[in-house]
C-alpha cells in the first residue's frame, strides 16, 4: 500500500445558507480544495461524496453523480460515489479515497462531505436524524438524537461524578474557538452561564450542549505521498484512517457512555500509524453534544474513563493546553451539516498542520488527528496525519 | 493489486415481501452467501452495501451499521460502508469490495444490496425514485422516470426504425427467463400481444415494458483468487470491475439515446479484462425499461448501433441464442429492489459460471458479464467475470 497525502482543502462557510443550493455547496467547496492543490478539475480521478440523508432534506439522491456532473466532471465520466453512515458519512469518503489512492488504483482522488438541512421544517429535520439510530427500535418509541445523547449524559455524570459546569464548558471551549474561525456558523464567545441558562432540551443537556443545523460543505483532494510535492509545498501525510462498526441501538451496547466503536477504530489507527497518543497535538472529535466530546477524549485513550470533565475544565483541551480539542469550534460552534463533518475535521488537522489556521492556531502542530461518529457510535472514523 | 474471486452468493426470494422487514431480507441474503461459501460469519472483515433510498423508504440511514448489527458482524467492530448511486447502488459496493480486495486492504469482504420499496404508497415510492434523476431540472417538473426512458425509448425508435414489436420481445424474453428462476418475482411467460396490450405508461412505453416495485436483497462473499479454493471448488474470478459517471439530467447528454457512461465503463472493463466482446457467453444488464436492455447491448458493444431491436427479434439475445442476455429474468420479470439488482446480477452470473442455474442455465459458459446503471446513465458499473 502506497502512503497517502492530503494536498488540498476546501471549504464553504459553515450556517443557515437560504440562498445556496445543496449542489452549489457541494462545487464551491470541491473547486476550492482544486484551487487550493493548484491543480486542474480534470486532474482528478475519482471522487467519493459524504452524504447523509439527500433523499429526505432536499429530495435527492444519486449524489456522486449530481455533484460530478455540477463539477463538471462527468464528462470525463469518473467514478463517482456517495458514502453514508449517518454522520459519519463524510469520514466513510475520507477513508475510501485514502484506499483508493493507497491501493495504487487511482493517482488523484476529491473526498467531499455535503448536507443541506435548512430547506424542510425542523419537525422534519429531526425525524429526518433520527434515521442514524434504529428507526424499529428507537425512533418508533419517539427517540430522537438528544434524548439519545441525554441518556449518554445522565449515565456517565452518575458513574463518573462529572459535574454540569465541567460540561458546560465544552461548549464554553468551542464557542471560544470557533468565534476564531471565519467560516464558523457561530463565532460568538459563551460562557457557563450561557449554557446553563439555556433552553432544556432533553434533561441534562441543553441547547447550548447540542449542535445545530447547518447548511455547508467540505471537499480535500488527496494523492500518493510521493506526488505531493506537485502539488504544495506543505503536504500532510495520512499516517492511518481506520472504520469500525457497533451495534445501532444504544440499548444494545454492553454500556451507553463508552463507544467501542471509537476504541475499535482508535487502537487500529494508532497500530497502523505507529505513534503514540501523546504524540498527538491536536484533535478535531465528534462533539454532536458536549457529552460526546467528554467520550470521545476518554474511548480515543487520551485519558482514563472519567477524566475528561475536570481536564477540560482545567483548560487541557483548550487551545493553549496540552491536547487542543476541536480548534475549529467542533460541530458545537462550527456547525454540524451531517455529510460534511468528517471532511471538515481534515481539512481543519490539516490547515493546522500547515500553519494556516490563523487566530486559532497550534503553534508547531506536526500530528493531528480527526473523529468521526455516525448516529450513538455504530459506525465510527478515525484518521491520523503528519506533516511532512 | 491482486486477483478477486467470488466465493459465495446468497438471495432472497424478490417480490412483495409485506411480511419481511429491511433489515431481515439483507440478512437473509448475507447468511446465505456465507452458507454458500462454508464460511463462518466471523471470518468477514468489511462490509459493503447498496441501497437507494432507505431513508425516503422505510425511514432508516445508516445502513451498513445496521446490516453489520443485525447480522452479528458489529460485535467484530468491521467497517460497514453504505454506498449509494442510486439503482447502481449495489454496482457500487461490489466495486467496493472487489477495490478493498485487490488492494490487500482485507482477505474476506462481504458485498450486499437490499430494497423495500412496497412499505410506502406508490404515488411516494414514483417521487422516491424520482431522486435518481436531477430532482431541480427534471424531478420538479414532474417528470418521472417511465417519462424518461419513454423519450429515449421515442428517440431511439424514430432515429433506428426500430418497431414496437421488437421492444416488446425484450419483456417477452426476460418473462420466459424468470419463468425457469425459482426467485423471480414474476415467473410467467407472457407474449408479444401482453406487451402491446398492457396499460400505456408513458409514451411508448406500456406497463409490461416497466420493471415491476420489488423487495428483495441479494449477498456474495469475495476473496483473493489465491485462497478462493478454500472456500470453492468453483471460484469464479472478476476480471474487472469499473463505474463511470455522466450528467445526471437526460437533457444534458449529446445522445440521450446512447448512454456514454455504458461505453466509457465497458471500454474500460473490457481493457482491463484483456477480452473481447465476442468472448462473453452471457450478459446481465440492467433492463428498468424494455429500451434500456436495447440500449445496453449496443453501448456495452456487442453489436453497432440502431440493430439490437432485431437481433432481440431474432433471438440473438435467448436463452438459447449466441448471447443470452438477462437469465434471471432481468429487472423486468425477476424484479427490481433498487439497491439490490447489482448485486442480484453478480449473483445470477456467478450461477451461471459454476453451472447451477438450472432450468436456465446457458451450456458451457465461461465469461458473463453484469451491467447496472443508476438514473438514466449518470452511473454505470459493468463487471466481468471468468470460470476459474
Given at each position: 500500500m502506497r502512503d497517502v497525502a492530503v494536498v488540498g482543502v476546501g471549504l464553504t462557510k459553515f450556517g443557515?445558507?437560504?440562498?445556496?443550493?445543496f449542489r452549489e455547496m457541494c462545487v464551491e467547496a470541491g473547486v476550492k480544495a482544486i484551487d487550493d492543490a493548484g491543480?486542474?478539475?480534470?486532474?482528478?480521478?475519482e471522487m467519493f461524496v459524504g452524504n447523509m440523508s439527500g433523499g429526505r432534506?432536499?429530495?435527492?439522491?444519486?449524489i456522486g453523480a449530481l455533484i460530478a456532473d455540477y463539477s463538471g466532471l462527468a464528462t470525463n465520466h469518473i467514478p463517482a460515489t456517495r458514502t453514508e453512515a449517518a454522520c459519519a458519512s463524510g469520514g466513510l469518503a475520507f477513508r475510501q479515497a485514502v484506499n483508493c489512492i493507497a491501493s495504487g488504483a487511482q493517482d488523484i482522488v476529491i473526498a467531499a462531505g455535503v448536507e443541506?438541512?435548512?430547506?424542510?421544517s425542523g419537525g422534519e429535520t429531526t425525524d429526518a436524524l433520527a434515521g442514524?439510530?434504529?428507526?424499529?427500535?428507537?425512533g418508533m418509541y419517539g427517540v430522537t438524537f438528544p434524548s439519545l445523547y441525554a441518556m449518554m449524559a445522565r449515565d456517565y455524570m452518575n458513574r463518573y461524578g462529572m459535574t454540569r459546569e465541567e460540561l458546560a464548558q465544552v461548549a464554553v471551549k468551542n464557542h471560544y474557538n470557533g468565534a476564531r474561525n471565519?467560516?464558523?456558523?457561530y463565532q460568538k464567545e459563551i460562557t457557563i452561564d450561557t449554557v446553563l441558562n439555556s433552553?432544556?432540551?432533553a434533561d441534562p443537556l441543553r441547547l447550548m450542549d447540542c449542535s445545530p443545523v447547518t447548511d455547508g460543505a467540505a471537499a480535500v483532494i488527496l494523492c500518493s505521498l510521493e506526488r505531493a510535492k506537485e502539488f504544495t509545498d506543505c503536504p500532510v501525510q495520512v499516517l492511518a484512517s481506520t472504520q469500525a462498526s457497533d451495534t445501532i441501538?444504544?440499548?444494545?451496547?454492553?454500556?451507553?457512555?463508552?463507544l467501542d466503536a471509537t476504541v475499535a477504530a482508535a487502537n487500529r489507527a494508532f497500530d497502523i500509524a505507529k505513534?503514540?497518543?501523546?504524540?498527538?497535538?491536536l484533535v478535531e472529535v465528534h462533539?454532536?453534544?458536549t457529552i460526546a466530546e467528554i467520550c470521545a477524549i476518554e474511548d480515543i485513550g487520551f485519558?482514563?474513563?472519567?477524566e475528561a470533565g475536570k481536564l477540560t475544565a482545567e483548560g487541557?483541551?483548550?487551545?493553549?493546553?496540552k491536547l487542543p480539542v476541536?480548534?475549529?469550534?467542533?460541530l458545537k460552534a462550527c456547525g454540524h451539516p451531517v455529510g460534511a463533518t468528517g471532511i471538515k475535521q481534515v481539512c481543519e488537522v490539516v490547515s493546522q498542520l500547515r500553519g494556516e489556521?490563523?487566530?486559532?492556531q497550534v503553534d508547531g502542530a506536526e500530528i493531528g488527528m480527526t473523529h468521526n461518529v455516525g448516529g450513538t457510535g455504530a459506525t465510527v472514523v478515525t484518521s491520523i496525519f503528519r506533516r511532512v
Open positions: 443557515e445558507r437560504w440562498g445556496d443550493s491543480m486542474d478539475g480534470d486532474d482528478i480521478q432534506f432536499v429530495l435527492q439522491e444519486h443541506k438541512m435548512t430547506d424542510v442514524a439510530a434504529d428507526r424499529e427500535w428507537e471565519p467560516i464558523a456558523q433552553t432544556l432540551v441501538s444504544l440499548h444494545d451496547r454492553r454500556d451507553i457512555s463508552t505513534i503514540e497518543r501523546k504524540d498527538v497535538d462533539d454532536c453534544f485519558c482514563k474513563k472519567g487541557y483541551t483548550a487551545l493553549d493546553g476541536n480548534t475549529s469550534g467542533g489556521a490563523g487566530k486559532r
